[in-house]
């Protein structure tokens, strides 16, 4: 398997290089634009065994996120705005002082996990 890249650049900055890569990876056709389909196929590809939910409903929150056009393709400059705005926002989330490192990870997987508990919850209660 070969590798692109680190998504972060060394100041935490998104890298925009390697986020263009990873788009080019995952477009399956000629179209250079990302279908609800092959988003599908990315979010199964990365095999989420901790967490349970909906893959239709993450196809949908990336799609909201990302398809600023609304066309209902994620374009390449949309995937690279969308990926920059959430590695910021991951960032953002957990107080680390310094390098990124397995304690950051651990802290947003955690606080992702109760987030995702709490839409659970929050459907559950709608039923």
Known sequence: MQTLGRLLN????????????????IVMDESRSLSRA??????VGINFEEVDFDRTDAVDKVMDDFDTSRNDVVEEEEFVQGMGKWLDEARRSVPVGGAFSSKFIHEYHERTRQEHDELVDRSDEAV
């Not at 100041?11 to 990876?25: A, M, S, Y």
């Not at 092959?38 to 979010?43: P, S």
């Open 10 to 25: 060394d100041d935490g900055t998104p890298n925009e290089q390697v986020i263009r890569k990873l788009f080019r990876k």
């Open 38 to 43: 092959e988003l599908h196929a990315l979010i």
